[in-house]
T-cell receptor, first 112, second 115 residues
Framework: DAKTTQPPSMDCAEGRAANLPCNHSTISGNEYVYWYRQIHSQGPQYIIHGLKNNETNEMASLIITEDRKSSTLILPHATLRDTAVYYCIVRVADFGNEKLTFGTGTRLTIIP | EPEVTQTPSHQVTQMGQEVILRCVPISNHLYFYWYRQILGQKVEFLVSFYNNEISEKSEIFDDQFSVERPDGSNFTLKIRSTKLEDSAMYFC?????????????FGSGTRLTVV
């Protein structure tokens, strides 16, 4: 799986959009970008994933650059409950049994 | 929304004792995992399980660890003789065959404290 690089921490004002960057310059053509988050000591929570097109769901938007070497997770209107560690994970999406490998992520703090 | 359920939420045990951590994965999921997170550190993969056998295990998952799916619904992690360094949050996860669509679902974890 390709390696990802994320800033260790970020702050965002409540109500504003939180933009979390991720670099994955060695990504392969068949690798997806997944985003998970971990609120306090709870289990990681799936947010969104994408291959090359931008994606949006009820939680967030994912913007992937055309060369696929980086992506940005956007939380459009951040709330205090979005304070968490956010993990960008790149891996092959297949129907096998492969694990997720977590890095250190970005600790996002939403400021009231 | 379907959930992965883990019990107990917190377990305290004496060093050298055996513990069993329990998980009920989502009912139609086929792949099962255990991860752990030592306080302040990364979430680490322990083991994956499919079709009633271990698919992959990490270096952490030594002979003191075992997993079992005894009855088609529960998925357990046993630590035979606990050590102080086994103190951590343990997360169970499961996923369906179409992980690219649904992703992995994690439980809320069991906090294991070895004293």
């Amino acid at each position: 799986d390709a390696k990802t690089t994320q800033p260790p921490s970020m702050d965002c004002a409540e109500g504003r959009a939180a933009n979390l960057p991720c670099n994955h310059s060695t990504i392969s053509g068949n690798e997806y970008v997944y985003w998970y988050r971990q609120i306090h000591s709870q289990g990681p929570q799936y947010i969104i994933h994408g291959l090359k097109n931008n994606e949006t769901n009820e939680m967030a938007s994912l913007i992937i650059t055309e060369d696929r070497k980086s992506s940005t997770l956007i939380l459009p209107h951040a709330t205090l409950r979005d304070t968490a560690v956010y993990y960008c994970i790149v891996r092959v999406a297949d129907f096998g049994n492969e694990k997720l490998t977590f890095g250190t992520g970005t600790r996002l703090t939403i400021i009231p | 929304e379907p959930e992965v359920t883990q019990t107990p939420s917190h377990q305290v045990t004496q060093m050298g004792q055996e513990v069993i951590l329990r998980c009920v994965p989502i009912s139609n999921h086929l792949y099962f995992y255990w991860y752990r997170q030592i306080l302040g550190q990364k979430v680490e993969f322990l083991v994956s399980f499919y079709n009633n056998e271990i698919s992959e295990k990490s270096e952490i998952f030594d002979d003191q660890f075992s997993v079992e799916r005894p009855d088609g619904s529960n998925f357990t992690l046993k630590i035979r003789s606990t050590k102080l360094e086994d103190s951590a949050m343990y997360f169970c996860a499961s996923r369906s065959r179409q992980a690219v669509v649904y992703g992995y679902t994690f439980g809320s974890g069991t906090r294991l404290t070895v004293v």
